[in-house]
Every structure is written in structure tokens, then in C-alpha cells.
């Protein structure tokens, strides 16, 4: 067995399921090994962000490593922003990078691809990752490898592995797979009974559940410990989706601030004991708070620590609080009395599919007739009006990058998402967005996927227009994404109203084996509510603040 075999049976062995990849020739006999060795599928796509972004949505959607395999260089430097917005959303990206051999790095030469110096994209993942690992030596490279991919897992971050091109084929022993991190028993105790002593004392106690919660696979742990709380759950506006398929009778909803429910926005924010699980504390998630939340008076329990009030436990990983939680609260009694289930009602009733022009809040609508037709289907969402959009569509599936917040992500993440899974996505996708990404659409019917993709064509860039309404800058032109997608292997249809739209999902839904398009015209200036009520919060917000 060479390196490449050990490498690809440990990244097997810790979640892995496929490779997204663009070679280069620093990377050439890497691909080969990968391709010889079958151990994971390799799919290459068009555009290093788009490989970025598949392998994320894979990690993100599926759980366990996702993997990026680029050529040294112009091809890793592309991935840069797809492996950031993976560091900022806490999810386990594994970057494959080809790289020059000890003879070439020897010579002298400056090399093609090189920047300031050899190490550069090194320093450059330093600042990306976690950890990071240069396999020049194969007698260290088993144990790198399980100490970086490791280290992935545990942290639910990117992390970096350089493999030199005179390497993917040396000799190597098999890569060890190392003992899960123990917390000390004691400090997990005391911090499990602290929190439940907390809940029991508030009088007002909220759940909000956060990206980790579906990072380390624990929804359905989580959905127990709900139930058996007995208190308001929220998500927070990045962990939209999440325990939408779990049996959860007091989720109320996404937690939005001034931009969404008040019922359930007062909840949270008058709330004497929040409890934030896997929350990540982001100005997406709390800027547009009506009264800044003390978090003082927060249970937060992130990154692999837990703090309350000014109590922190350094080391209790997410996964060992659950268990440690649900051993204290058993099935039987409750936390505190069951609360009965407010049903928060939606922000704006569904208005029937007329043959008027479409909104964005009529795009929610429609896919919430199509997913009460045919079941629930995962939805990956890019950046722009569309992610506001997807908070009045009835809780299902969701990945979008809502704090790191970078367009481009949804076709690819689909991609990502139906190649980890086989599940087929609708993706929702601005005009300005899809301009950047939405070509990798080209590469789906080789590969066997088939998403259903509602392009927002409103010739702009609205969600910028919203805050610049005056600026010019923000203008494109109509593209005609329908004519485009039979030359990229799929169909196009052009809608400009409700009936059109309905009757395109549905024909959309009943068409497999090719992607299916749908560029909804939409007029400029005409938003969706909860960007409406973004805006607005963000203006009264700076008003405030201003004085
Ligand atoms: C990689 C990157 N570059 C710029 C920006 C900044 C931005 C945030 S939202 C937006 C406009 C989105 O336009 P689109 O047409 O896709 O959607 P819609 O609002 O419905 O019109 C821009 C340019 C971000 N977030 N990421
Ligand atoms: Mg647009």
C-alpha cells in the first residue's frame, strides 16, 4: 500500500465519502493514485470555488470530512474563500494540495505557480486551518495524517495536507486510527449539573441550537434532550433547518431578532436562562436583537467549551455535554412543566398561485406547496435575497453560508450535497450569484445529479440595492439563464408569474436525470419580507446608535 492508498482509507475510515478535485501537474500523480485506487469516487468540476464549495456541502449536509484535491498554486489559491467561509462555519474540509518535489524545491529554480517563496500557500493556509501537515516523508506521514484529520473532526474545522509530487506513490504503513479525546469526568459533571440547576432556577428557560449541533451529528440526541426539557426551542438564522425532521413539539422557529417573529424574538431575548448549543455568536445571528442579549446570563456551549456567566469549563466537547445532559434529565420527568407548543404563526399568508408577477415571498410559497406534495426536500441556498427568502419556507434541510455570508456557494453545494448523499437539492440562487458559480451546473449530468435550481432573476444585485437603492452599481442586466441550460445538459424555463411558477416546479419535480432551471423574472426593488424587515432593523439599529 502507498501513501495515497493509506491517506484515502483514513479519510474512509473518518467520514469521507468522495473527492471534489481540479488537477494541475504538481498534482498529476496524486489524481492518478486517487483514480487507481477507487477507494473514494473522484468528481472534478469546473472551478476550484466549486470544488471548495461541494466538498463542504458534503461535510456540512452529509457529517464527517469533506475533501478538496487541487494542484499547487493558481489551483489552491482558488479554493482560499471556499476554505475560509468552511473555517468560519466550523466545518471539517480536508484540503489535498499537489505540490513541487524535494528535487524541483532543491533546485534553485523558481518554480511555475510559486509566489513570493515555495512556503507561501503554506502561510497562506496557516491562517485557514486548523492544522496542517507536508508529506515529504513517509515514515511521518501516517502519523501526520491521523493527527491533522484528526484534529478536523475534534475542532470542526479545515484542515491542510501538502503532498509533494515525487510522494503519492511511496511505500507507507497504515495510518493509526487514534483514541477519541476524553474529557475529565469530574469537570463534565459539574458542568452538566451547573447548567441543569441553571434551567431549573429560570423562569423563562429557551433552547437555541446552532451549526454544531448538525456538525457532530447530534440533531437526534438533541431532539431527545429537547423533548425531554420541556422548553422553547429556537434555531439560530444559520442553524435554520435544523431538527426540522426531528419530533420536536416546542420548536418555535429561527430566531431573527427585529427581522422575524416578535412573539419568538421576545422569547430569546427576555429569556433568564438561554441556553445557545453549537450557537455561533456572529452579528448574523444577534445584530438585529430588539435589546442586546446579556450573554452574561447565557449558557453557551461552543467550540469545545462551555461558559456561564463568568463559569468556563475549558474542555467539554458538544457531543460529551448531550450525553452527560440526557443521563440528568431522564424520559420520564420533565424539566420543567411541558409548555404548550405556541404555534408561531408564519410572517405573511400564502397567497394563491395568481397569474401576477412573482415575489420572492411567492418563490417560498410555491416550494412549500411543492415539498407538502412530494415530501421534503434539502435546500442549498446561496447569499442574497434567496437567504431570506428560505426563512419563510417551511423548516427542511438547509445549508447556506449565513455568517461568512459568500456568494457562489449554492449550485456547487448541491452538487456537494446529492454526490455525499444521493438526495436530489433544490438550490436557491440569486442572478448575481449564479453568475459566479452556477456554470458548475455543466458538470451535473456526468456525474449523475440532477438539483432543481429557482434562479432570483431580478437583474441586480438587490439584497445591496436594499441598502443602496440610489447606486447604479448595483444594476446587471437580465441574463437568460432558461436559454442557457440546454447547452449545459439540462432545462431551462423562464417564468414571470405564479401560475407559470407553480407549473415549472411541478414539471421540474417530475423530470430526473438532468437539471432542471427555472429563471423566475422578478421585478428590481422588490424584495422579500424578511429582508424588508432586515433593513429596516438594521436602519433603526445605526439610527440608535448614532443618537
Ligand atoms: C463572493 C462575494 N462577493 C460579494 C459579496 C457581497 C454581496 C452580498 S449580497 C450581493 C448581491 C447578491 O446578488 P444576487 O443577484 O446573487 O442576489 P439578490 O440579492 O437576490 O439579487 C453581493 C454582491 C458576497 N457576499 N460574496
Ligand atoms: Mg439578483
Not at 474529557?183 to 441553571?198: F, K, N, Y
Not at 455568536?281 to 449558557?299: E, Y
Not at 439563464?481 to 407553480?502: K, N, S
Amino acid at each position: 500500500m502507498n501513501l495515497t492508498d493509506r491517506l484515502l482509507q483514513a479519510l474512509a475510515e473518518r467520514g469521507a465519502t468522495e473527492i471534489f478535485g481540479i488537477p494541475g501537474d504538481f498534482a498529476l500523480p496524486l489524481f492518478r493514485e486517487i483514480e487507481r485506487s477507487a477507494t473514494l469516487p473522484l468528481y472534478t468540476l469546473s472551478h476550484e470555488p466549486g470544488v471548495g464549495f461541494a466538498a463542504d456541502a458534503a461535510a456540512r449536509y452529509r457529517g464527517g470530512l469533506g475533501v478538496a484535491a487541487v494542484t499547487y498554486g493558481a489551483g489552491a489559491f482558488n479554493l482560499v474563500n471556499a476554505v475560509a467561509g468552511a473555517y468560519a462555519e466550523r466545518v471539517p474540509l480536508v484540503v489535498l494540495s499537489g505540490a513541487p518535489a524535494a528535487h524541483e524545491a532543491a533546485s534553485g529554480l523558481l518554480l511555475h505557480h510559486q509566489v513570493k517563496t515555495l512556503d507561501s500557500q503554506w502561510r497562506v493556509f496557516e491562517e485557514l486551518t486548523a492544522d496542517r501537515a507536508r508529506l515529504d516523508d513517509a515514515r511521518q506521514a501516517p502519523q501526520q495524517i491521523a493527527r491533522v484529520l484528526d484534529t478536523a473532526l475534534r475542532e470542526s474545522r479545515p484542515v491542510y495536507l501538502e503532498i509533494p509530487r515525487d510522494m503519492p506513490q511511496r511505500p507507507c504503513d497504515e495510518v493509526p486510527v487514534t483514541a477519541p479525546h476524553e474529557p475529565d469526568p469530574q469537570a463534565l459533571a459539574a458542568c452538566a449539573d451547573e447548567l441543569l440547576e441553571r434551567l431549573r432556577r429560570a423562569r423563562r428557560p429557551v433552547l437555541m441550537v446552532g451549526v454544531e449541533v448538525r456538525r457532530y451529528g447530534l440533531e437526534a440526541k438533541v431532539a431527545t434532550l429537547a423533548r425531554r426539557l420541556g422548553i422553547p426551542v429556537v434555531t439560530s438564522f444559520m442553524g435554520r433547518g435544523l431538527l426540522a425532521d426531528a419530533d420536536v413539539p416546542l420548536l418555535r422557529g429561527t430566531y431573527l431578532g427585529l427581522a422575524g417573529d416578535p412573539v419568538l424574538s421576545q422569547e430569546v431575548e427576555t429569556s433568564d436562562g438561554l441556553l445557545l448549543l453549537g450557537v455561533i455568536v456572529s452579528d448574523t445571528n444577534f445584530a438585529v436583537s430588539a435589546q442586546r442579549i446579556d450573554l452574561r446570563f447565557a449558557i453557551q456551549a461552543l467550540g469545545g467549551r462551555v461558559v456561564m456567566g463568568h463559569h468556563v469549563y475549558p474542555d467539554v466537547p458538544l457531543s460529551r455535554l448531550i450525553d452527560a445532559l440526557l443521563e440528568r434529565v431522564p424520559a420520564t420527568a420533565p424539566l420543567v412543566a411541558p409548555l404548550r407548543a405556541l404555534a408561531t404563526k408564519g410572517r405573511h399568508e400564502p397567497r394563491r398561485a395568481e397569474p401576477s408577477p412573482v415575489t420572492p415571498a411567492d418563490i417560498a410559497d410555491a416550494v412549500n406547496r411543492l415539498m407538502q406534495r412530494h415530501g421534503p426536500m434539502p435546500i442549498a441556498c446561496d447569499v442574497g435575497d434567496c437567504l431570506f427568502t428560505a426563512m419563510d419556507i417551511d423548516p427542511t434541510a438547509l445549508i447556506a453560508p449565513g455568517y461568512y455570508a459568500t456568494m457562489g456557494y449554492g449550485v456547487p453545494a448541491a452538487l456537494g450535497l446529492q454526490a455525499a448523499t444521493g438526495q436530489r437539492p433544490i438550490v436557491l440562487v440569486g442572478d448575481g450569484a449564479f453568475q459566479m458559480t452556477g456554470w458548475e451546473l455543466g458538470n451535473a449530468q456526468r456525474h449523475g445529479w440532477d438539483p432543481i435550481v429557482i434562479v432570483f432573476n431580478n437583474a441586480g444585485w438587490e439584497m445591496l440595492r436594499a441598502f443602496e437603492p440610489e447606486a447604479r452599481f448595483n444594476d446587471l442586466s437580465a441574463w437568460d439563464f432558461a436559454q442557457m441550460a440546454p447547452g449545459m445538459g439540462g432545462d431551462g424555463a423562464r417564468v414571470e408569474d405564479c401560475v407559470g411558477l407553480e407549473a415549472a416546479l411541478e414539471r421540474a419535480w417530475g423530470t430526473r436525470g438532468r437539471f432542471q432551471l427555472i429563471d423566475v423574472r422578478l421585478a428590481q426593488r422588490d424584495c422579500s419580507p424578511t429582508l424588508q424587515r432586515f433593513v429596516g432593523a438594521v436602519r433603526r439599529l445605526a439610527k440608535g446608535a448614532a443618537g
